[in-house]
């Protein structure tokens, strides 16, 4: 580095030659000096652009590294949780079927129809739970597209009421206020279904019979928000967050049957509407989902 009469630095290619007389005794130097300033800068922008390069690739590998070990972690919870969800349906169907087979002749017809209907709710348990896995991975994979119709939205709501209770087998109480401005409003109505009976069926499951769900639905200037809200289990406040992982389950959830599926696919569908999801918790006082939806 050297500096000009002005002060201005600048970067000098410096050589020096030494010029000896006959006698190889030296008289003088013969100093040739270049600025190089100009390159110095090119190598230095190279030097830097080479350097941003590496550290992109470096967080492109992490990426790739910790994409791979939550995979095999997915895996590991998929074929854990799977297995066991399976297992408790197959073995159902297995000694229904069984005991059909063995003591037909001796059982009644309601019997026989009892036995059937375990087979045929069991089935139907092990098709939801495909599905789940099936929509998980359409997902993930960008290949579910928002396809928005107009939906009379407490028509729309009411209805999926009525069939959450009537899947769930199961007579609750479910308080529904509806404060919207009349009129449709644009939306996708499998992906909203999606959303809304993921919210009531986790709130019947994981709330006592004698408890009492609420429903409200109201507008906003530039979206739609849900609430639902049980007096169940609670959250753990430490996996508020991780409970929208997929295959993961709130740690006091075991003794309720689940995939740890639902809310996994419930946040990928309010975020494929553009929307939001934020969940409040106390353990043994209940939870309340709220998610908002931007409207068309």
């Known amino acids: 580095m050297n500096y000009k009469k002005n002060g201005e630095e600048f970067w000098n290619n410096f050589a020096l030659v030494p010029v000896m007389d006959k006698d190889k005794r030296l008289t003088h130097c013969v100093s040739i000096q270049r600025d190089v300033t100009s390159r110095r800068q090119q190598d230095e922008t190279t030097r830097k652009r080479l350097e941003l390069l590496v550290e992109e690739r470096t967080r492109e590998l992490n990426e790739a590294l910790r994409k791979e070990k939550d995979l095999v972690e997915l895996k590991s919870r998929f074929v854990s949780i799977a297995s066991h969800e399976f297992r408790t349906p197959l073995s159902t169907i297995g000694f229904a079927a069984e005991s059909i087979r063995n003591y037909f002749h001796k059982l009644t017809t309601e019997e026989i129809k009892a036995k059937l209907r375990k087979i045929e ?115 753990e406040e430490n996996e508020l967050t991780s409970i929208f ?44 989902f709220k998610v908002r939806i931007p409207k068309r």
Do not use: W
Not at 138 to 160: P, Q, Y
Not at 211 to 220: A, P
Not at 250 to 276: D, F, Q, T, W
């Open 121 to 235: 709710d069991q089935a139907s348990h092990m098709t939801n739970l495909l599905e789940d896995v099936l929509t998980v991975g359409k997902s993930d994979a960008g290949k579910i597209k928002v396809h928005l119709v107009s939906l009379d939205l407490r028509e729309f709501i009411e209805s999926l009421i009525e069939e959450t209770r009537t899947i769930a087998k199961i007579k609750r109480k479910i308080s529904f206020v509806y404060s919207c401005a009349p009129g449709n409003i644009n939306a996708d109505d499998k992906l909203f279904r999606n959303v809304f009976t993921n919210l009531l069926t986790n709130a019947i499951k994981f709330s006592s019979p004698e408890s009492v769900i609420r429903v409200l639905v109201s507008d906003r200037e530039k979206d739609i928000l849900i609430e639902v809200a049980d007096e169940g289990i609670g959250i």
């Open 245 to 288: 992982e997929s295959f993961q389950r709130g740690s006091n959830a075991s003794a309720v049957p689940g995939s740890g599926l639902g809310l996994s696919i419930l946040k990928k569908a309010v975020e494929l509407m553009n929307g939001s999801i934020e969940v409040k918790s106390l353990i043994g006082k209940g939870s309340t």
